[in-house]
């Protein structure tokens, strides 16, 4: 019984209201609070609408290991941006749905809808990918993107 309360002791994180910190992860690595990540803003061009994601710049093995885990709300505006990245992504303790968004020389080319939380499978790319976005669950579709459409952002450094 101990050692289940020492393992799920370790296993816990805190998430503070708004910062999204927490302090240790699965792999008992620790967690950067979200707030400490460099930021953008993606500007995504589909048709006629353009759209603007605030986002946080997953731009280090140590961010791109954490991504969203154990994140519990996004709000629409709001997602990850993994750069100079991978060519799949998957849930691991990841709390809430995510649409994956993947893109390549600034074009959406896959969007993988709704990916379930927890889930360990890898979401691949299905090609090159020079970029992945996390958007929160079911926006891709309220905003209507497709492959094709063009995606934009600053380097925050």
């Known amino acids: 019984m101990r050692a289940r ?12 209201a708004g ?3 927490a302090t240790l992860s699965a792999q008992s690595e620790p967690l950067e609070d979200l707030a400490r990540f460099p930021r953008t803003t993606i500007e995504i061009v589909s048709g006629t609408a353009h759209h603007r ?12 290991r954490q991504g969203l885990m154990y994140v519990r709300e996004l709000t629409a505006s709001q997602g990850m941006l993994f750069t100079q990245c991978c060519s799949g992504i998957w849930m691991r303790n990841t709390y809430i749905e995510l649409d994956i968004v993947f893109v390549h020389e600034g074009r959406i080319t896959k969007i993988a809808a709704r990916a379930k939380p927890f889930d360990e499978h890898t979401i691949g790319a ?11 669950g079911g926006e891709a579709e309220v905003l209507k993107l497709k492959p094709g459409d063009r995606v934009s952002w600053q380097d925050p450094h």
């Open 5 to 16: 309360a020492g393992l799920l002791l370790n296993l816990a994180v805190t998430l503070l």
């Open 19 to 21: 910062s999204h910190a």
């Open 53 to 64: 994601i605030d986002a946080w710049v997953a731009d280090s093995e140590a961010h791109k």
């Open 126 to 136: 299905d090609g090159p990918v020079d970029a992945v976005i996390e958007l929160k």
